[in-house]
């Protein structure tokens, strides 16, 4: 079977700094997505990690390391707006597919 | 670029009745979508894949006769939810990969999604 597992809640506060994990076992990697979900509206993506290491796309960041089937976003000065869903996905290799994790929402306060 | 739209966006609908969801790529082709499902405070849970010319292969748990999809041409899938029940009340997301733009890496474009409420 396919497991992503990632925290269901956390709390920041403006200004700060928060990292969400997310922990894989699946049948075949090819790569992990990271998308942002505000209620009621479709996922748009964040970052996207094939090999080892850090990512940096402004104030958004993401890690992977294969060999421990870990990612962790981190999202530095945090805006009220930031306040979403964060949903980690893997694409399973030869298939195109992507599976998503339990998501993690996130409130930020100010 | 890489649009995906949907339609419609919301529908209540009595139950035993068929709902038809259309999801288009707008500005690019598409040989495979992909269909979602996503309760309330939950994850996207992959449904299908719906290949164009071909039948959709639908995920373990998943009723094919219930959740009919076709994917007729490179730009339209859709999904017809059959004899619907409150426990189908959901939001229904679609994506389109855009094998054409020269991405490094598979990104799925998401439609705005669909909410269904069955009564």
């Known amino acids: 079977g396919q497991n992503i597992d990632q925290p269901t809640e956390m709390t920041a506060t403006e200004g700060a700094i928060v990292q969400i994990n997310c922990t894989y076992q699946?049948?075949?990697?090819?790569?992990l997505f990271w998308y942002q979900q505000h209620a009621g509206e479709a996922p748009t993506f964040l970052s996207y990690?094939?090999?080892?290491g850090l990512e940096e796309k402004g104030r958004f960041s993401s890690f992977l390391s294969r060999s421990k089937g870990y990612s962790y976003l981190l999202l530095k000065e945090l805006q009220m707006k930031d306040s979403a869903s964060y949903l980690c996905?893997?694409?399973?290799?030869?298939?195109?597919?992507?599976?998503f994790g339990t998501g993690t929402r996130l409130q930020v306060f100010p | 670029g890489a649009v995906v739209s949907q339609h419609p966006s919301r529908v209540i609908c009595k139950s035993g009745t068929s709902v038809k969801i259309e999801c288009r790529s707008l500005d690019f082709q598409a040989t495979t979508m992909f269909w979602y499902r996503q309760f309330p405070k939950q994850s996207l849970m992959l449904m299908a894949t719906s290949n164009e010319g071909s039948k959709a292969t639908y995920e373990q748990g998943v009723e094919k006769d219930k959740f009919l999809i076709n994917h007729a041409s490179l730009t339209l899938s859709t999904l017809t939810v059959t004899s619907a029940h409150p426990e189908d009340s959901s939001f229904y997301i679609c994506?389109?990969?855009?094998?054409?733009?020269?991405?490094?890496?598979?990104?799925?474009?998401f439609g705005p999604g669909t909410r269904l409420t069955v009564l």
């Open positions: 996905a893997v694409e399973i290799w030869d298939t195109d597919k992507l599976i």
């Open positions: 990690n094939v090999l080892d």
């Open positions: 994506s389109a990969r855009d094998l054409a733009s020269g991405s490094l890496y598979n990104e799925q474009f």
């Open positions: 699946t049948s075949g990697f090819n790569g």
